[in-house]
């Protein structure tokens, strides 16, 4: 019951977001997390469910936290944290290596959408599912849910994890 209702609201969530705005740059890099175990299907349906429900929350650069705002990397920190108790890094650098590459047509949702520009990491967000992702995109703006496919996205290397 829980996954139906996670996915009727990420089917009405999708269908109220628009447009993607530019990837930001994450925090400095941070001391190194604790590693990372394979998720199951429970868990990474419930890191999902968690990130469609902060679709709204304010965007704020070094947040980690609903109440204080997120910024993309404590976005995903929190929500891996609170739903499957996996510290992820803290910044889109070492979201880069964390868990294990994936090719796209391997993707399920509760997975890792890490961007690469000019041979570094510089956006992340959480893989939800039917080409879309969960993302805390910049400044002035709020937790969204956008495309892989859209115009800006679809440019931009991508590199996928499974945490």
Not at 98 to 122: H, K, M
Not at 130 to 158: C, I, M
Request: hydrophobic share 35%.
């Amino acid at each position: 019951m829980r996954t139906l209702w996670g996915l009727l609201l990420a089917s009405t969530v999708m269908v109220l977001v628009g447009c993607s705005s530019a990837p930001t740059t994450p925090s400095a890099p941070a001391a190194a997390p604790q590693s990372a175990a394979r998720l199951t299907v429970e868990q990474a349906n419930d890191v999902t469910v968690m990130a469609i429900g902060l679709v709204g929350t304010p965007y704020r650069y070094g947040g980690n936290t609903p109440a204080s705002g997120f910024d993309c990397s404590g976005l995903i920190g929190y929500v891996y944290k609170q739903r499957a108790g996996v510290v992820a890094p803290r910044t889109t650098g070492g979201l880069i290596d964390w868990g294990t590459s994936i090719p796209e047509p391997s993707l399920r949702t509760g997975d890792l959408v890490v961007f690469v520009q000019n041979g570094r990491a510089n956006h992340a967000g959480i893989y939800v599912g039917e080409g879309r992702f969960v993302h805390a995109p910049s400044t002035g703006g709020t937790v969204r849910l956008d495309s892989l496919n859209s115009s800006y996205w679809a440019k931009q290397q991508v590199s996928y994890r499974r945490p």
